[in-house]
């Protein structure tokens, strides 16, 4: 069965820094890639960002880029969202998951999720 554990989150004011970490197990990941998606209150998720397992190919949100940076760890099967320059409506729940295949818009396994917060 294959988990996601993301941490990292909290409470951070505008301008600062987090850096979320999703700790993938249940498989090797060596294709496919892991994402990472935000849902604010009262709104859908969106797509923040994406990197494959095979490569490290990127793709961010128009509304990040320049200020948040996904990596990974294949060794370690960990994933991270570094986020920098954060502003108040970078408030939502942050989600990471997995596509088993690449490319593709399908994410087959989530995590619980990881609350951000960023006061003005």
């Known amino acids: 069965q294959v988990r996601l554990v993301e941490s990292g989150g909290g409470l951070v004011q505008a301008g600062g820094s987090l850096r979320l970490s999703c700790a993938a197990s249940?498989?090797?990941?060596?294709?496919?890639?892991m994402g990472w998606f935000r849902q604010a209150p009262g709104k859908e998720r969106e797509f923040v960002a994406t990197?494959?397992?095979?490569?490290?190919?990127?793709y961010h949100a128009d509304s990040v880029k320049g200020r948040f940076t996904i990596s990974r760890d294949n060794a370690k099967d960990t994933g991270f969202l570094q986020m920098n320059s954060l502003r108040p409506e970078n408030t939502a729940v942050y989600y990471c998951?997995?596509?088993?295949?690449?490319?593709?818009?399908?994410?087959?396994?989530w995590g619980q999720g990881t609350q951000v917060t960023v006061s003005s």
């Open positions: 990197i494959t397992w095979r490569g490290g190919s990127t």
């Open positions: 998951a997995t596509a088993t295949r690449w490319p593709t818009t399908r994410y087959d396994y």
């Open positions: 249940g498989r090797t990941f060596s294709s496919g890639a």
